[in-house]
């Protein structure tokens, strides 16, 4: 069964309280090379069948209108996930 990835990101302006307590977390956990974290979203959308330019659309179209908070989030990926990572 294929799979849709859409990854969401808060815009650069946005503060990100809970990349900011990864961020500050990391050192005392021993990863020190490690200066920023953001921290995003990722949703899998499973599909019958092939992928579809059509299908790619829709998802696109529902990462922008339905994953994604426009006024806070890009949408930085919509891809199809290779079956070697889906397995991983």
Do not use: W
């Amino acid at each position: 069964m294929p799979t849709i990835v859409v990854d969401v990101m808060p815009k650069p302006e946005i503060l990100d309280p809970q990349g900011k307590a990864i961020a500050g977390a990391l050192p005392r956990l021993g990863f020190t090379a490690f200066e920023q974290v953001r921290q995003g979203k990722r949703f899998e959308l499973h599909v019958e069948g092939e992928v579809t330019d059509q299908i790619l659309e829709q998802a696109r179209t529902a990462a922008a209108e339905l994953l994604s908070n426009p006024v806070i989030e890009d949408v930085v990926n919509v891809a199809v996930l290779d079956e070697s990572e889906a397995s991983a």
